[in-house]
């Protein structure tokens, strides 16, 4: 079997609610979708996130560099040599957002020309899927509150909440949050680099106090900081923005700088570096939560936390508008985990209408 040609399409999908974040306001999500023909008539599917203008690239860079880069460079080549095509891939000097949606679809590929599912190629199911939390969107903490504990009789007991705006706002929004929210809520508050360690170590001591925090992800920027920290705080830290791959593991297990990881496989290159992760983060005794997004993301990793033990922290699921795909790939209502589908590769097709339809309208989805 040889790759014969490698598509890219820009696709945007809104969503249901703007997400705020110290990085700012984000009303829909920019993605590539990348499909990998063969001569055999076997195509695998992929997907990235192109997060710019807050981090990362573009939508037009990424497909850019598909089409004169990664493309030519994998046609002729055999799909199954997923470390040999990485290798070449990343000898591209392209970016690792570019390489992700090319790398899923070679994975999704080799599932179904060996019709097994993906997490089998990972090395076995050993775990349900990805752990997801509720969100607590970014409001007043009264509409927080009446949110948080709507979400808690359907049975949410976990919420992530956005913080590091400014010290004195986040502790008096949480302060009243907790005063409002039923008991059982457990709140992963989340600042994305927002604090210096100066106001990191005002703020989260007080948090602490407060009481019901399970988890707080990435409250400063860089490493040392964040170990620094850890030193002082008796609630975990999770590590989003400076988990940067297999050696980024390396680093942060041994700076004693976080708990639990944060995977966000677009930013890596897919599934591949994933799994080496995972490798590294066990052997530190570190574990992990994957960000499972939506769609074809979504899919990619549901196999990948489902065949790893070290994937128990949780992370949101995306409330986007529509899919791209043709059936909804989604949690069940209330399901607290979004796992694996059994069918071969990552078991989700496109809808090829809406792709058509993305290609000649500027990405847009609808």
Known sequence: MKITE?????????????????????????????????????????????????????????????????????????????????????????????????????????????????????????????????????????????????????????????????VDQDIAMYARIRELCDDRARFQLDSNTGYTLGQAVRALPVMEQIGGVGLFEQPVRYIDEMAALAARLNTPLQADENTLGPRSIYEIAHAGAAHVLHYKLEKYGGLLPGHKMNAVAEAAGLEISVAPYFDIMAAGAAHLAASTRIAKWRAGFSDMTDTLLAEPYEPEPGAQVLEPLEAPGLGVAIDQDKLAYCAAHDGNLG
């Open 6 to 166: 490698v598509r890219s399409t820009i696709v945007r999908i809104p969503r249901r609610r703007l997400l705020l974040t110290y990085y700012g306001g984000s009303p829909d999500t920019a993605t590539v979708v990348s499909e990998v023909m063969t001569d055999e008539g076997i195509t695998g599917i992929g997907q990235t996130i192109a997060p710019a203008p807050f981090y990362g690239d573009s939508v037009e860079v990424i497909k850019a560099a598909t089409d004169a880069y990664l493309a030519p460079a994998m046609v002729g080549k055999d799909p199954f040599a997923i470390e040999q095509r990485f290798a070449e891939m990343q000898a591209l000097s392209v970016s690792d957002y570019a390489i992700t949606s090319v790398e899923m679809a070679l994975w999704d590929l080799k599932g179904k020309a060996l019709g097994v599912p993906v997490y089998e190629l990972l090395g076995g199911r050993c775990n349900a899927g990805a752990p997801l939390h509720a969100l607590a969107d970014h409001d007043d903490p009264e509409a927080m509150a009446e949110q948080v504990n709507q979400k808690v009789e359907q049975g949410w007991t976990w919420f992530k909440a956005k913080i590091g705006f400014e």
